[in-house]
T-cell receptor, first 112, second 112 residues
Framework: DAGVIQSPRHEVTEMGQEVTLRCKPI?????LFWYRQTMMRGLELLIYFNNNVPIDDSGMPEDRFSAKMPNASFSTLKIQPSEPRDSAVYFC??????????FGSGTRLTVV | TQLLEQSPQFLSIQEGENLTVYCNSS?????LQWYRQEPGEGPVLLVT?????EVKKLKRLTFQFGDARKDSSLHITAAQPGDTGLYLC????????????FGQGTTLQVKP
């Protein structure tokens, strides 16, 4: 298995533009998580899905953020419009049961 | 709100020294995990502890879960430069949701 695959690895965009981050979880994992990591706040859970259904989106900062999981093998996190304070590394992780997360390599987002 | 506090935040030691990293909370966790993250990559799961008082060993790394399942420690014996990285503890709430809360992390630098 190739692990959790995220794209793009790096994204630089201008303030106000729409940004879409993509994630392919490990096949057979039924839970998917989106995290954001910054030096100041560490790893923050944004949203998680169980069997493609959003379970908890209380960590989504504001309405500019949205996430979808149309099927078991794909999820997106969209920011529209983007702002400089959204600059961070965004991680996707998947898991099956209580055995721990497998993280992707992350997307480093820079909003200028 | 469940919080995990890690200490120390930063640790710089010489090769061959021993060290302990602590992870504390006022909340009870059904399980606790330790991850290691290298620059430019996502966190990688090291171990999961489930039972209060449990001790697990992974080569030179010893993990312990507190009796009350509110705290954990990671002890590294004879640290090597390859142990350098960010160590994160993460707890699953007592409701066993599969949703992890992460500590802020301990940055370890092992100098040759």
């Amino acid at each position: 298995d190739a692990g959790v695959i995220q794209s793009p690895r790096h994204e630089v965009t201008e303030m106000g533009q729409e940004v879409t981050l993509r994630c392919k979880p490990i096949s057979g994992h039924n839970s998917l998580f989106w995290y954001r990591q910054t030096m100041m706040r560490g790893l923050e859970l944004l949203i998680y899905f169980n069997n493609n259904v959003p379970i908890d989106d209380s960590g989504m900062p504001e309405d500019r953020f949205s996430a979808k999981m149309p099927n078991a093998s794909f999820s997106t996190l969209k920011i529209q419009p983007s702002e400089p304070r959204d600059s961070a590394v965004y991680f996707c992780a998947s898991s099956s049961g209580q055995v721990g997360y497998t993280f992707g390599s992350g997307t480093r987002l820079t909003v200028v | 709100t469940q919080l995990l506090e890690q200490s120390p935040q930063f640790l710089s030691i010489q090769e061959g020294e021993n060290l302990t990293v602590y992870c504390n909370s006022s909340s009870v966790f059904s399980s606790l995990q330790w991850y290691r993250q290298e620059p430019g990559e996502g966190p990688v799961l090291l171990v999961t502890v489930v039972t209060g008082g449990e001790v697990k060993k992974l080569k030179r790394l010893t993990f312990q879960f507190g009796d009350a399942r509110k705290d954990s420690s990671l002890h590294i014996t004879a640290a090597q430069p390859g142990d350098t990285g960010l160590y994160l503890c993460a707890g699953d709430s007592s409701s066993n949701t599969g949703k992890l809360i992460f500590g802020q992390g301990t940055t370890l630098q092992v100098k040759p």
